[in-house]
């Protein structure tokens, strides 16, 4: 729609579910249709539901699940602290999910907010748990989408980390693409993740789709032996994590 000018649909409001939302992608939204987007959590189990109000936060609706957010340890995480989340369905008595992990991590915020809703704060939604890149000492990195923000000729991309040291980027050009786009990627990359990982580009007509219909921006295809034994998500904050590979 943006690509072509195309813009006859103009709704007051527009929520988006199932995925994480980049940033990237709520300003090709907004653009698109002319208002402001509302990211919405929710998950096909009905268990958790946390929701963007006009102020801009996330809040936890605590009348539709218990929701946690856990440190590897098991207790609440701090604030600032990327954590998993956990829920506990109060909707379903066919069959309760108590406590039920379901894979996704948030990073919670303890002030209250202006719009007078209730609810705690959720400060950012990271994607799910394995969808994280590790490196060798064991921190986990997230909310990589930045790495292809300003590259306009980037239509989609993907992380794989197949290896400790070694990340593939699948990515599927728009016209014009070129070496100049290749070097803005792997500097933004740089500036990202650091010196800890041989980066691979690789260009392809389009990022296979799971039976869903989506695509995750990031694939962690190492085992589960050596996840266990590089670390635990959650041990950081995304941030203090990526400010300390840059180094």
Same mark, same amino acid.
């Given at each position: 729609?943006?690509?072509?000018?195309?813009?006859?649909?103009?709704? $007051?409001?527009? !929520? &988006?579910?199932?995925?994480?939302?980049? /940033?990237?992608?709520?300003?090709?939204?907004?653009?698109?249709?002319?208002?402001?987007?509302?990211?919405? !959590?929710? *998950?096909?189990?009905?268990? +958790?539901?946390?929701?963007?109000?006009?102020?801009?936060?996330?809040?936890?609706?605590?009348?539709?699940?218990?929701?946690?957010?856990?440190?590897?340890?098991?207790?609440?995480?701090?604030?600032?602290? #990327?954590?998993?989340?956990?829920?506990?369905?109060?909707?379903?008595?066919?069959?309760?999910?108590?406590?039920?992990?379901?894979?996704?991590?948030?990073?919670?915020?303890?002030? $209250?907010?202006?719009? =007078?809703?209730? +609810?705690?704060?959720?400060?950012?939604?990271?994607? $799910?748990?394995?969808?994280?890149?590790?490196? %060798?000492?064991? $921190? !986990?990195?997230?909310?990589?989408?930045?790495?292809?923000?300003?590259?306009?000729?980037?239509?989609?991309?993907?992380?794989?980390?197949?290896?400790? /040291?070694?990340? &593939?980027?699948?990515?599927?050009?728009?016209? +014009?693409? =070129? @070496?100049?786009?290749?070097?803005?990627?792997?500097? #933004? #990359?740089?500036?990202?993740?650091?010196?800890?990982?041989?980066?691979?580009?690789? &260009?392809?007509?389009?990022?296979?789709?799971?039976? *869903?219909?989506?695509?995750?921006?990031?694939? *962690? @295809?190492?085992?589960?032996?050596?996840?266990?034994?590089? =670390?635990?998500? +959650? %041990? #950081?904050?995304?941030?203090? @994590?990526?400010?300390?590979?840059?180094?």
């Amino acid at each position: 729609m943006n690509a072509h000018g195309i813009h006859p649909v103009r709704p $007051r409001g527009v !929520y &988006l579910t199932s995925e994480t939302v980049l /940033d990237y992608q709520r300003a090709a939204i907004e653009e698109a249709f002319g208002c402001k987007v509302f990211n919405w !959590y929710g *998950n096909t189990e009905r268990a +958790g539901n946390i929701t963007e109000c006009p102020k801009g936060n996330l809040h936890v609706q605590m009348e539709h699940a218990i929701t946690e957010i856990l440190g590897p340890d098991g207790r609440s995480a701090a604030e600032g602290e #990327a954590g998993e989340i956990v829920v506990t369905g109060l909707g379903n008595f066919a069959f309760p999910l108590i406590r039920y992990r379901i894979g996704d991590a948030a990073v919670p915020r303890g002030e $209250r907010c202006s719009c =007078g809703r209730s +609810g705690p704060l959720v400060g950012q939604l990271v994607g $799910r748990v394995e969808d994280y890149i590790v490196t %060798a000492d064991g $921190r !986990y990195l997230g909310r990589l989408d930045h790495i292809f923000k300003d590259t306009e000729r980037v239509g989609e991309a993907q992380i794989v980390q197949d290896r400790i /040291d070694h990340l &593939l980027f699948r990515v599927v050009p728009r016209p +014009g693409f =070129g @070496q100049e786009d290749v070097a803005q990627i792997l500097s #933004a #990359a740089r500036e990202r993740i650091g010196s800890a990982f041989h980066v691979e580009i690789q &260009l392809t007509e389009k990022i296979e789709r799971g039976p *869903n219909g989506k695509f995750r921006f990031a694939v *962690n @295809q190492l085992n589960m032996r050596d996840r266990i034994l590089l =670390g635990a998500p +959650g %041990a #950081a904050t995304v941030e203090s @994590q990526r400010r300390r590979c840059c180094r």
